[in-house]
């Protein structure tokens, strides 16, 4: 049964870069299967993608946000990450990592607060 | 970009009844459509995708349909548990792109 796991930093500065890490367990991150994305959700808010990436590598971004975001795969560690910069309050939200096209799996979720 | 519009933000309905919830795409998405179920404190939970396939382990009262740029998810027989938030999630084959609905909360009449 496959199970993520996000972790990373609770709180980070403003115009610092928030970096976030998933774990992947009970399968593996190479599967030519699927999609690993990000997603967030500002407190009392809707759901935003923030991007995904596919097991070849390849990354697709919210065009919003693309300017940003970075996310990479580490196969060695079935892990994938995630690293936005140039943060703000806009940016405090719970983080979420799940796995895809229609997100099947999702971790727990990981709140993370933008402030000095 | 692909914008996902549900109605209504929030729906009032008794338990035991139907509940209808609608989402609508800017452009056509064909049947690249998930559904999701949200309750406070957790993640969200896959319910439907391919606009109306069940997600392993949902109730069948739970059903979606539609295509294109119309769709529907329809909770036929509300349970004490059904009631949470509800979003649509496009899920575009080319180029990539995972946009959600803005939600609805689904909330006990």
């Known amino acids: 049964q496959l199970q993520l796991q996000e972790s990373g930093p609770g709180l980070v500065k403003p115009s610092e870069t928030l970096s976030l890490t998933c774990t992947v367990s009970?399968?593996?991150?190479?599967?030519?299967?699927?999609?690993w994305g990000w997603i967030r959700q500002p407190p009392g808010k809707g759901l935003e993608w923030i991007g995904s990436?596919?097991?070849?590598?390849?990354?697709y971004y919210n065009p919003s946000l693309k300017s940003r975001v970075t996310i990479s795969v580490d196969t060695s560690k079935n892990q994938f990450s995630l690293k936005l910069s140039s943060v703000t309050a806009a940016d405090t939200a719970v983080y979420y990592c799940?796995?895809?096209?229609?997100?099947?799996?999702w971790g727990q979720g990981t709140l993370v607060t933008v402030s000095s | 970009e692909i914008v996902m519009t549900q109605s209504p933000a929030t729906l009032s309905v008794s338990p035991g009844e139907r509940a209808t919830l609608s989402c609508r795409a800017s452009?056509?998405?064909?049947?690249?459509l998930a559904w999701y179920q949200q309750k406070p404190g957790q993640a969200p939970r896959l319910l439907i995708y391919g606009a109306s396939t069940r997600a392993t382990g949902i109730p069948a009262r739970f059903s979606g349909s539609g295509s294109g740029t119309e769709f529907t998810l329809t909770i036929s027989s509300l349970q004490s548990e059904d009631f949470a938030v509800y979003y649509c999630q496009q899920y575009n084959n080319w180029p990539p792109s995972h946009t959600f609905g803005q939600g609805t909360k689904l909330e006990i009449k």
């Open positions: 009970g399968g593996s991150i190479s599967s030519s299967s699927y999609y």
């Open positions: 799940a796995n895809g096209t229609a997100m099947v799996t």
């Open positions: 452009q056509s998405v064909s049947s690249n």
């Open positions: 990436i596919y097991y070849s590598g390849s990354t």
